[in-house]
Each structure stands twice: as C-alpha cells, then as structure tokens.
C-alpha cells in the first residue's frame, strides 16, 4: 500500500497537478490539508474525477480555511471528523478527519499553526495536540498519523535553526507535545527512521527563492505505529510535485508499505513511478 500525505494549500487551485500527480504516483491512500473547500463543493469539483480513479472520499471542509480529506482505493469505514474533546478556536475547525484504511486507522491531520508563542492560538494548538493524543493513545494497534503537523521535530529539520528563533514551529513546548503524542502508542517517525542523517523538507517559503536555495523545513510528518513502521519498504517526499507553475509550498510524503514499487529511493529524489499523462488544457495558478 502506498500512502501519501500532501498539503495542497487550495485544492481549487492545484486540480491540474493534483489528478496528474494521482495518475503519475498511483498512491492507494492519500490524505489532504487545506483543501479550503466545504465538503459538496469538494465532491462537485472532483467527486467524479476521484471515482475514476477509483476513490472513495472522507472529507471535513470549511468554506474558505482549513479542510482536511482521506481519498482511498482500499476502503474507508469508521469515518470520524474533528478530535473528540479539542478545543476550537473558538469553534471547531475542520483540521483532522479519521478512518479505517486497508486495516489502518489513519489520521489526516491540519494542526494548528500557533501564529506566535504564547499567544492564544499558541496555546490553543497546545491543548488541541493533547486532545489528539489521548485519541490516539486510546486507539488500535495500526495506526497512520500523518499531516501538516506544523512542528519541525527537531533543529536538523530545518534550514538553519537560528532564522527561526522567536518563531512557532521550533519551540520547546511545541515540540514536547509532539513527542508526547509519539510517546502515547510509540509513533515512530518513518521519513527520519529511515533517513537519520540526510537534509529532508517538505515544506519551503514561496518568497525568496526558498526552494530552489533549497531553505526549507520538515514540518509534513508520517508517524506510524511499530506494527506498521515495520512494514515500511520506502519513505520519501516527493519534492517533484513542488517544482513548477503554481505548486503548493508544500510537497508530498510518500510512504510504500510490503513493497515499493519504485524501490527505496533518496529521502528527497523523485522516482519514476507511472508514466506522466499527457497534458490537458489548462490555465494553472499563479504563485502567490
């Protein structure tokens, strides 16, 4: 099973890369962040498309922010929307959505950002963190958590640790809270478990030429439960599919489980994967 997890930032704005990315990786689970779009807005604009392709679809949208979706080839049951006793901000807002895939309970997760340390929203992303561990400690053995986690696990996930100092993201209690949510069913942290000592981001500022300096961050995470870590075959982002006119700022983590079609490859290094279709007609998105 392939499983991948992708910030789209607007998937109104990504419909031309999103269904040739779909076609050229093949991925049998894929979850969404900041889809922006309200749930039958979601399903008129792609419901057709993803069903021939052969997916079915979880999704939690708001109109304009947020939204989260589990698109899947192996099954969705057990749908769950939001984190049972997290806060809102101050209503609920349409971050997580969970279901049982292939055997799996995963977790598309759209953390809180925290905007600035010990604001409000700081701390709200805090006490949200603590009400999805105790889901996910309470939960089954096989579990996927992944998602813009909004957290850089540690300093060698990111570019350089002193551009972030007084910034969310990097901070102690921040980091703590994930570790504590790791700690809760023995997440292991699959990208990193299989590339300790290689630079890997997932995310890069669209200004400055962030990405082609290649300043970025690790802050998109695939943590997996040990019975499912240990059937990881390959673990990589997919910095491909961040290239180009109009990407999102963030780009794929890609996780092969049982086998890896396109063998175990560099932690950042695009493989072949399908054939890429011929391009349609389209007018993609600017760079914002």
């Known amino acids: 099973m392939r499983l991948a997890t992708w910030n789209v930032n607007s998937v109104k704005q990504r419909i031309p890369r999103l269904l040739a990315w779909l076609d050229e990786r093949q991925p049998d689970v894929v979850c969404l962040q900041e889809t922006k779009?309200?749930?039958?807005?979601?399903?008129?604009?792609?419901?057709?498309?993803?069903?021939?392709?052969?997916?079915?679809?979880?999704?939690y949208g708001e109109v304009q922010w947020n939204g989260v979706a589990i698109l899947s080839k192996v099954g969705i049951e057990d749908v769950v929307t939001g984190v049972a006793g997290a806060p809102g901000f101050p209503n609920p807002e349409a971050r997580a959505v969970a279901a049982t895939c292939g055997g799996i309970r995963v977790h598309a997760l759209y953390v809180p950002n925290g905007r600035e340390p010990d604001s409000d929203h700081y701390r709200y992303k805090l006490e949200w963190l603590q009400a999805l561990k105790e889901v996910v400690a309470n939960g089954p053995a096989d579990q996927i958590v992944c998602g813009d986690m909004n957290i850089a696990p540690t300093d060698a996930d990111v570019f350089d640790p002193r551009a972030f100092i007084g910034s969310t993201h990097v901070t102690p209690p921040e980091r703590q809270a994930l570790a504590d949510l790791m700690a809760a069913k023995d997440l292991r942290d699959v990208v990193r478990d299989r590339w300790p000592d290689d630079v890997v981001y997932s995310y890069w500022d669209y200004r400055a030429g962030m990405?082609?300096?290649?300043?970025?961050?690790?802050?998109?995470?695939?943590?997996?439960?040990?019975?499912?870590?240990?059937?990881?075959?390959?673990?990589?982002?997919?910095?491909?599919?961040?290239?180009?006119?109009?990407?999102?700022?963030?780009?794929?983590?890609?996780?092969?489980?049982?086998?890896?079609?396109?063998?175990?490859?560099?932690?950042?290094?695009?493989?072949?994967?399908?054939?890429?279709?011929?391009?349609?007609?389209?007018t993609l998105p600017q760079n914002r």
């Open 37 to 59: 779009l309200a749930d039958d807005a979601f399903t008129a604009l792609l419901g057709a498309e993803l069903t021939a392709r052969g997916y079915e679809t979880a999704l």
């Open 211 to 282: 990405f082609h300096q290649n300043l970025g961050m690790r802050i998109d995470l695939t943590l997996a439960t040990p019975g499912v870590a240990e059937r990881v075959k390959a673990a990589w982002i997919d910095r491909q599919a961040r290239k180009g006119t109009g990407p999102s700022d963030h780009a794929p983590v890609m996780v092969d489980l049982d086998v890896a079609p396109d063998g175990d490859v560099g932690p950042m290094i695009p493989p072949p994967s399908a054939p890429r279709p011929r391009k349609r007609p389209a």
